[in-house]
């Protein structure tokens, strides 16, 4: 596993500049996310699940989420469903209508409403259904195709590699692993251990995802699973920094600083234009809530303005919020130097 470092990362023909990933987030990997995202150095960014059946019938909610800058590329673009001739109608669309580089499969998802669907994490159960989904998109499509799986449904039923050599088989150009089962949701520990057994059962490239909370945990993942990729995702979340500080750990063994509440709040409030650009504003305000107090999470003083955001109504009242909170603890911290 040692040769990791001289090979390139490359999902078919695309590749990666690093090897540091952006995780398909469901109600958050949009344009606005993943853009800024990017620009913070992820060398891959997954968009957030889309369904196929919102694509095959041209649902307007769900032609708006196949919508990609070209900034953000090198890009992958996950779809979810379980019925494999609507899946494949669906992969071809984004083969031949979008942007993408790359089409994901989401066979991870452990939400009830997806798994009723017979698709996300109910297709663990069975590496044949894999295969036969996998295949079939392979063979409709151009683009490479990658699997988003969970190591397994619950302890007793733990397919990982099975699953993985299944994806292999049928022609998938990489999967990426949350070390999780279905039944663990986002709770307890990630098994590393199944990560590397699996990166071991396949010869294509794997990117591991779960308990990547510091650049030091990426670099740990890299190093002891010998995966291709490190995906990050909720540590992103209003922590864009979290991906370039991993970059640059990775790139130079060395820790960069976090930035300040006012660099904090420049780039939340370029989040938000974005996502209003993307969305308009009735609606930016109100997905801006959860991802401004993200942004200030860790902030000394944060709770207040934290409770005042949640009932914002306007773009001028959340963006007069945010910089009157920032100005006012950059000034503190201005005052406290200035006195020692």
Avoid at 93 to 122: Q, W
Avoid at 178 to 189: A, L, N
């Amino acid at each position: 596993m040692n040769d990791r470092k001289e090979r390139p990362f490359k999902i078919g023909d695309i590749t990666m500049d690093n090897r540091v990933v952006l995780a398909p987030m469901a109600g958050i990997c949009n344009s606005a996310f993943r853009l800024t995202v990017k620009e913070f150095g992820a060398g891959l960014v997954y968009a957030e699940m889309i369904s196929d059946k919102g694509i095959v019938y041209k649902n307007d909610k769900t032609m708006s989420m196949l919508h990609i800058d070209g900034r953000e590329n090198p890009l992958s673009l996950q779809i979810f469903g379980g019925d494999k001739d609507t899946f494949v109608e669906a992969a071809k669309y984004v083969d031949k209508h979008t942007t993408a580089d790359i089409i994901d499969i989401n066979m991870g998802c452990p939400v009830n409403k997806i798994i009723r669907c017979e698709a996300g994490a109910k297709l663990l159960l069975s590496p044949e259904k894999i295969y036969d989904m996998v295949k079939a998109v392979v063979d409709n499509v151009d683009k490479p195709v990658s699997v988003k799986i969970r190591i397994g449904w619950d302890e007793e039923h733990i397919f990982a590699v099975e699953n993985a050599q299944a994806v292999e088989r049928a022609g998938g150009a990489a999967v990426a692993v949350h070390g999780r089962t279905r039944v663990q949701m986002y709770e307890g520990k990630a098994n590393w251990a199944v990560i590397r057994q699996m990166k071991e059962g396949v010869s294509i490239p794997v990117i591991g995802n779960g308990d990547v909370e510091t650049p030091q945990d990426a670099k740990r993942m890299l190093d002891q699973t010998g995966v291709d990729g490190v995906m990050i995702g909720r540590a992103a979340l209003g922590n864009p920094w979290m991906i370039y500080r991993t970059v640059k750990y990775l790139e130079t063994g060395k820790l960069v600083g976090e930035p300040d509440v006012r660099e904090k709040i420049d780039v939340c409030l370029l989040h938000f234009e974005r996502l209003m650009k993307l969305k308009g504003e009735h609606v930016a305000v109100r997905e801006m809530r959860k991802h401004a107090s993200w942004y200030l999470k860790g902030v000394r003083g944060n709770a207040k303005v934290r409770n005042h955001i949640n009932v914002m109504e306007t773009a001028d009242d959340l963006i007069n919020l945010l910089n009157d909170f920032a100005d006012e603890m950059m000034e503190r911290e201005r005052v406290a130097v200035s006195t020692i």
